[in-house]
T-cell receptor, first 112, second 115 residues
Framework: DAKTTQPNSMESNEEEPVHLPCNHSTISGTDYIHWYRQLPSQGPEYVIHGLTSNVNNRMASLAIAEDRKSSTLILHRATLRDAAVYYCILARRTGANSKLTFGKGITLSVRP | DVKVTQSSRYLVKRTGEKVFLECVQDMDHENMFWYRQDPGLGLRLIYFSYDVKMKEKGDIPEGYSVSREKKERFSLILESASTNQTSMYLC??????????????FGNGTRLTVT
């Protein structure tokens, strides 16, 4: 399975944009890129996913490099509630039942 | 909103006991998953199911079994609990057909301690 690489941690300031990077140099053409986040004492929460084009939703934006070997999760205006572990995951389109394998994620701290 | 409910938030069991962890989802999702989460190891997939009475092994199925008799309920069973199964257990569900293109919805976890 293709793997993702993320920095261990990142800090940001409240109300500023945050760019969380993810490298996936061995991605295949059928791999979808997913992002989840996990707040303290909670289960992971879906953030966004995409295949080739950039994606936007109410939580965040996903920017996917043209060669798809990297992607960036963009939080447009960080709040204290965005402090969490963010996971970048690849989900392969192999039949109907691909499984999502989580790595260690990146811990985002937000300074007031 | 999708709700995935895990029956217990905290559980303490003795070595050798048979342990049942229950998970229920209310959105008629076809797919259900069991993960465990340990510090430094991230989330690891134990088992998943894409239909009633169907199951597939994940990355670490040893020492576990599962049961899915009804679509909304997915049970994780520790046949004989051991101390190395002390962990946070997370259940998730997703809409069927294209698991690679469907968000996972997680419960809040069961923290199991085996003494």
């Amino acid at each position: 399975d293709a793997k993702t690489t993320q920095p261990n941690s990142m800090e940001s300031n409240e109300e500023e944009p945050v760019h969380l990077p993810c490298n996936h140099s061995t991605i295949s053409g059928t791999d979808y890129i997913h992002w989840y986040r996990q707040l303290p004492s909670q289960g992971p929460e879906y953030v966004i996913h995409g295949l080739t084009s950039n994606v936007n939703n109410r939580m965040a934006s996903l920017a996917i490099a043209e060669d798809r070997k990297s992607s960036t999760l963009i939080l447009h205006r960080a709040t204290l509630r965005d402090a969490a572990v963010y996971y970048c995951i690849l989900a392969r389109r192999t039949g109907a039942n691909s499984k999502l394998t989580f790595g260690k994620g990146i811990t985002l701290s937000v300074r007031p | 909103d999708v709700k995935v409910t895990q029956s217990s938030r905290y559980l303490v069991k003795r070595t050798g006991e048979k342990v049942f962890l229950e998970c229920v989802q209310d959105m008629d999702h076809e797919n259900m998953f069991w993960y465990r989460q340990d510090p430094g190891l991230g989330l690891r997939l134990i088992y998943f199911s894409y239909d009633v009475k169907m199951k597939e092994k994940g990355d670490i199925p040893e020492g576990y079994s599962v049961s899915r008799e009804k679509k909304e309920r997915f049970s994780l069973i520790l046949e004989s609990a051991s101390t190395n199964q002390t962990s946070m257990y997370l259940c998730a569900s997703s809409f069927g057909g294209q698991t690679y293109n469907s968000p996972l919805h997680f419960g809040n976890g069961t923290r199991l301690t085996v003494t």
